[in-house]
């Protein structure tokens, strides 16, 4: 089989697997396995290591978890199976957080995962202190790894019970699948991210009950927060928030036209 041939095939099996852009997500792979200095579009031959990694793919293991990395915010995060692979949609929350709060000097990320959100926020508001707070021990060890050189501290705790501090900005990325839908995900999310990280209980507002019940001990006075929503969640989280005491001053919407970041006000 001429190298043409196996380049093909490799395409072939990743389409195969309902992969929407083989060509591309090969040369993410090819990338990853070849000797930069000599890295053309398609070599002579497939290089060693090559087909292993396709295999995984057209297990529908995501690229960023073969890798062990993901970009957000034009940052690279590590990755770890214990560890949410942060999505493009999450920029977001951090675009509409500094947008309502431009200039903070304390932020909470409630949910923190792989700190990507924290991250950001932090780089660009360098002088602001932040606080990671994950459910995961193992989560919170990879967020403290993507955060080295931010002024970050990241704790496993329960959506803040415990924390004594106030803050200007709060944000949260929560758990909002409802348990039932977990199943009909797609692979790359159903079967390689953590179910703790997806799971938002029967109606997949629990977690949204939880960050929502803690924010009057957690926000300093004037303070914002900005929660990303699921789909078709808005009206309800809006209610909840209402329920709560807090004003809900917006709605932004994804590149896709989604709702996904609410932003909430003093309360009422």
Do not use: K
């Amino acid at each position: 089989m001429s190298a043409a041939q196996s380049w093909i095939r490799l395409a072939e099996r990743l389409a195969a697997a309902g992969i929407e852009e083989p060509r591309r997500e090969l040369r993410l792979l090819q990338i990853e396995v070849s000797d930069p200095a000599t890295l053309t579009d398609w070599p002579d031959s497939v290089p060693p290591g090559l087909e292993a990694l396709v295999a995984r793919r057209a297990a529908r293991e995501p690229v960023s978890r073969i890798v062990g990395r993901r970009e957000f915010w034009s940052r690279e995060f590590l990755l770890a199976p214990e560890v949410f692979d942060p999505r493009p949609d999450s920029e977001t929350v951090v675009e509409v957080a500094l947008a309502a709060m431009p200039s903070f000097r304390t932020v909470l990320d409630l949910g923190t995962g792989s700190g990507c959100l924290l991250a950001a926020l932090l780089t660009e508001q360098p002088e602001a202190q932040g606080l990671g707070i994950d459910r995961s021990p193992a989560a919170c060890r990879v967020a403290r790894q993507n955060l080295q050189g931010l002024s970050a501290v990241v704790a496993a705790g329960d959506w803040g019970c415990a924390v004594g501090s106030r803050f200007d900005l709060v944000v949260s990325n929560p758990p909002y699948i409802p348990s039932a839908d977990i199943a009909a995900l797609m692979p790359e999310v159903r079967d390689y991210d953590p179910r703790l990280a997806l799971d938002g209980g029967a109606d997949g507002l629990d977690a949204y009950r939880a960050v929502l019940h803690n924010l009057s001990h957690l926000l300093s006075p004037g303070g914002v927060v900005v929660l990303e929503l699921g789909i078709g969640q808005a009206n309800a989280v809006a209610a909840l928030a209402r329920t709560q005491g807090f004003l809900v001053q917006d709605i932004h919407a994804d590149l896709g036209g989604i709702p996904r970041a609410m932003v909430l006000g003093s309360r009422l």
